[in-house]
Every structure is written in structure tokens, then in C-alpha cells.
């Protein structure tokens, strides 16, 4: 039988009962690529029915066909009625069970951190450098695979930061230096998270490694793959990173420092840079680009001097795109501007979907 159903790629999900596993499950139902087959969780939720084990926390219900799912352990042989994992673990566990999956020859799409910097590991933010699966032969060859692969996507924080910046590097030429404040929301930390008695009624102005992944993932990112390597920027990124009470919505308030200062641009011109930014993804028309019918652009500018808020603006372009606002001159640096990005979604599991869409346009998974 040859339904559009057969037809779709049998996907698993590695830490399916999680913030990010949530997620993943909330925007596969009814994907036209993708069909979840199988999940997998911690010892604690192996062998039970997803919706026994799951904390579930999404406004929209857990789909029909998943809630039976039973939850497997995260081995590569009980996986083997997929072909691609999405992986939401923990990065505690994640690396050692990740490199587990590749090797088993299974196309993997990992949220967590432990890979991203490696020289053969695309880090890819689909908005802004999928032209960074290029290196998946390479990583391929060094593991003598004949398919199966690692793509890992970015910190949350940097998948909001880096699209706006590649969309004024593509028009402007080179940003030398970037000062970046993050207000991030507190499903950034996973469940149960920040402590309520933490996180109410106040700020805490330090998560553990997130100034760090900023600073560095940035310049993976908006770098190059040249003669089979990755080449980083030479962007130099200062962050700050504080935990805020929103329940999801990532802001960050950003300043920007060109190289060239004789092509800086006006604010107008600046404004339509970023308005009229295209990346790969839209142009290959992946299916996250398309749904709903709308009108994709990776990042949609607010004039108004209030916005973008997380709870007005999180879910513009259903959390698939980068609200920027208030942008202005800087005294300091050149401009600056704030922005804003659903963290589980583009900042997570979103990021994990576009990045399979595209490779699978491309060829790279089958
Ligand atoms: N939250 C975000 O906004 C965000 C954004 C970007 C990237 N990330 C990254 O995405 C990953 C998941 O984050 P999250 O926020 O979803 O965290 P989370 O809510 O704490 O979920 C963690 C998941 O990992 C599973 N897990 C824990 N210990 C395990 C073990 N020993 N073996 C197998 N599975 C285990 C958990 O299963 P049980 O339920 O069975 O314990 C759960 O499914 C992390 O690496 C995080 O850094 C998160």
C-alpha cells in the first residue's frame, strides 16, 4: 500500500516526556514527513505508556496515536523501525547515547550541547546556515558510516541572536563585536526547573553555561565550511544571561558593532534588511515554512517602541520565526535592537524539524 502515511520518514524521539520531547511530539502530529514510531525516556519512564509517564504540559492535548506508546530504553537496537531520531535528552546522558544512534546508522537531530562543537558536527540554525550539512560526508567518512549522521542545533539564547546578526552580515558586511543581555524564560531550564520560591516575583542573574554557549556557538554559526572544515567568524560576542518569571519567550537586548564603518547603513535600511532577510530553508520551501499558509519570513520587525513582549509575540509565525524591535543607534556600538524567540520551539525542537526538513530536501536523509 502506498499512502502518503507509508511514504513518511519513521521517526523516534529520545527524551520524548521532556520540555523539548513535548514539543517534538506537539509539532510532528500530522508532519508530512515525519511519523513518530517509537520513544524513549529515562529508566524511570521506560515501560510505561506515554501518557502515564509524561508531565505533559502543552495547552493542545497529547495526540491520539502517541498516548499508548510505550516507552522504550534508549538503545539503538529497540529503534530499529526508525530511520531518524530526534533527541530532547538531557545533556548529561545525551552525548554517550547520541553517538550510540549515529553509529547505528539512524539520521540523529540532537537539542543538546555536547556535540555542537565538534569539527565534524554541523551546528545548525536552520534560519541562518544550513549550508553547514555540507560537512555530513566528512563526518561519514571519519566514522566509516554509509548513512546515519549527527546535525545538533544551537542554545536557545544563540538561535535568537545569530539570525538577526547573519541577516545584517549578509547586507552589511562583517559585525566585528556584539554586547548581548538575555531575559530568558524559565522552560529554558527543562522540567521542574527553577524552583517557584527561586524564580517569583524575582530575577536571578546567572544560568549555569548559557554565557559561555553564546559566546562561542556564535562564531561556529555565522562561519563557513571551507575545504571540508568548518571556519569560524571572528565575531567577538559579551553575554549576559539572566532567568526571568516568563514561561516561554527568550528576549535579548542587543548591540552591534559593524567593521566597516563606511557602509554603515540608516535605520530605514537597516529595518529592511532584516524584514527582507530569505534563508535556504524558505527558499527549499520546507514544510515548517509553509504550514498554515503563512507568510514566512525567518524574522518579522516590530515598530512599535513596546514590542516584541514574550506573551504577545512568542508565537508569531507559530514560534518559527525572530521578532526584533526597538531598533536604534547606539552611542557605544553601532545600533541596537531587542529581540525575542519561543525558546522550545525555533530555540528547540522547531530548530531540530526544519534542520531534518531541509536535509531531507537535500538528500541527505532518506
Ligand atoms: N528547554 C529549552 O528551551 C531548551 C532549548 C534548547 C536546548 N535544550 C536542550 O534540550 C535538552 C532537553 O531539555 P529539556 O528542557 O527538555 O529538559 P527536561 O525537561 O529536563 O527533559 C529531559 C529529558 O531527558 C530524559 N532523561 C533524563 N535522564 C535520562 C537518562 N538517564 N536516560 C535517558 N533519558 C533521560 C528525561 O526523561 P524522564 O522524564 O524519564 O526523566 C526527559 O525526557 C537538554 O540538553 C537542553 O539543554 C533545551
Redesign the pocket.
Known sequence: MSNSSTRKIPVGI????????QRFIQLLENHPNFEIKSL??????EGKAYSN??NWKLSTAIPKNIQHLV?KS?KADQFKECRLIFS???????EK?EEEFFKAELFVFS???NHRMSPTVPLCVPLVNTNHLDIIPIQQKLYNLKKGFLVT?A??ATTGLVVPLKALEESFGEIERVSVTTLQSI?????P?VPSLDIFDNVIPFIDGEEEKLEIETSKILGNVKNEKFENSRIKVSATCNRVAVLDGHMECVSVSFKDKSKLPDISALKSALQNYECEAQKLKVYSTMKNDINFNPIVVFEENNRPQPRLDRDVNFGMSVSVGRIRKCDLFDFKFTVLLH??IL??AGSSIMNAEVALKKGYVY
Open positions: 529520545l527524551g520524548a516526556t521532556g520540555t523539548v520531547g524513549a525516556a529515562s529508566p524511570r519512564s509517564a509524561v516507552l534508549c530532547g535528552l538531557d545533556s548529561d546522558v545525551a547515547i537539542n543538546a550541547k542545533n542554545n536557545c522552560s529554558g531550564a527543562g522540567y526547573g525558546n522550545t530555540g528547540a
